[in-house]
């Protein structure tokens, strides 16, 4: 049985290093794991998508559409761009933080009584398709763990609280631990967790979870 995560957002916000954290935990927990990484104007806050396969019965390192059991998306309004890959009643983790590409913002001005796409726009939008979602405000877990750049991070454990995602916890932890600068260690450890709390007060309530301990 096979396990498919799609995982978007925009350059800088920490895709490679989630995915990375990711695949060791996997290695460490004899779980085998296949990545296909898509990276488009990454250091100018451009679109970037990484592919997340976890199973025996894996071997391409791409989801086909309609196939990823999760969508995690670091940003919103990316979640929309990605939707084509999550099954039928998937699940997604989506970040409360829109980054509104210039485009939209030129059509402001350009189109006379056009408005930005907002959060509840987005939601709407993908209830059409699964009602399991839940919205993680990141940025204020980050802001709480004392690093505002384990946005990322507090993703990892909203992940883990999920009873389909079978990656052991102390692998996760440690391959966040050797992945991280040391100084951030126990920041990163302390969003893990506030992750992990918040799926639990949210996404748990529609899939099924891990019990805390």
């Known amino acids: 049985m096979s396990l498919n995560i799609f995982i978007c957002g925009v350059g800088g916000q920490g895709l490679v290093l989630l995915t990375t954290v990711i695949g060791n935990a996997c290695s460490k927990s004899g779980v085998k794991v296949i990545t296909g990484e898509m990276y488009g104007l990454s250091q100018r806050s451009?679109?970037?998508?990484?592919?997340?396969?976890?199973?025996?019965?894996?071997?391409?390192?791409l989801i086909p559409y309609g196939e990823a059991d999760i969508l995690l998306s670091l940003e919103a309004i990316e979640t929309l761009r990605y939707a084509e890959y999550l099954k039928k009643d998937g699940v997604v983790l989506m970040n409360k933080?829109?980054?509104?590409?210039?485009?939209?913002?030129?059509?402001?001005i350009t189109e006379k009584g056009?408005?930005?796409?907002?959060?509840?726009?987005i939601v709407a939008k993908l209830k059409g398709w699964t009602q399991n979602?839940?919205?993680?405000?990141?940025?204020?877990?980050?802001?709480?763990?004392?690093?505002v750049r384990t946005e990322n991070t507090v993703f990892l454990g909203?992940?883990?609280?999920?009873?389909t995602f079978k990656v052991d916890e102390k692998a996760i932890k440690e391959s966040i631990s050797e992945a991280v600068p040391k100084k951030t260690i126990e920041q990163n450890l302390k969003a893990f967790d506030l992750g992990k709390k918040s799926?639990?007060?949210?996404l748990c309530t529609?899939?099924?979870?891990r019990s805390l301990p």
């Open 46 to 61: 451009g679109a970037v998508s990484v592919h997340l396969r976890i199973g025996e019965d894996v071997f391409s390192p």
């Open 97 to 108: 933080r829109l980054m509104h590409p210039p485009i939209e913002t030129s059509n402001l």
């Open 114 to 121: 056009s408005k930005y796409i907002t959060l509840e726009d």
């Open 133 to 147: 979602i839940a919205v993680v405000d990141a940025l204020k877990f980050a802001k709480e763990s004392g690093n």
């Open 158 to 163: 909203c992940l883990s609280a999920l009873e």
């Open 199 to 202: 799926a639990h007060n949210s």
């Open 206 to 209: 529609l899939v099924p979870c």
